[in-house]
């Protein structure tokens, strides 16, 4: 009798995880009409612990499908504006003098979230850019 390859021995049932994404993408569709392939490599990025840039122009849904990708998966949402005047610590928090403790409190700032939507980079200033893309890369704050 031939032995069985261990590697294929034992094999995931992914079935629960595609019938949870498949319950997403149907409820995202309810509201977002014609951008199923975006939804559909939102959800992939995000199952892959990736980011995602959505580019298109003004009214293809694309703040609205963030927003509700969060939502469907119980999610935190944040957006961030970037301007030209927009420092780190707008992004990152800072810390926040506390008078009755006399100490200092961390305030956080919105990338905090789990699911941030960061507008218009290319208008922040490199020290600001620099602190979300650092961000990004480490998966940390």
Known sequence: MEE????????????ALNEAVMLIRNEIKKIIVGQDEMVKLILAALLADGHVLIEGVPGVAKTLT????ARSVNANFSRI??????MPSDVLGTPVFNPREASFDFKKGPIFSNVVLVDEINRAPAKTQAALLEVMEEKQV
């Open 4 to 15: 069985q390859d261990p590697i294929f021995q034992q094999r995931t049932d992914l079935s």
């Open 66 to 69: 963030a927003k509700l990708v």
């Open 81 to 86: 504006q970037f301007t030209p005047d927009l």
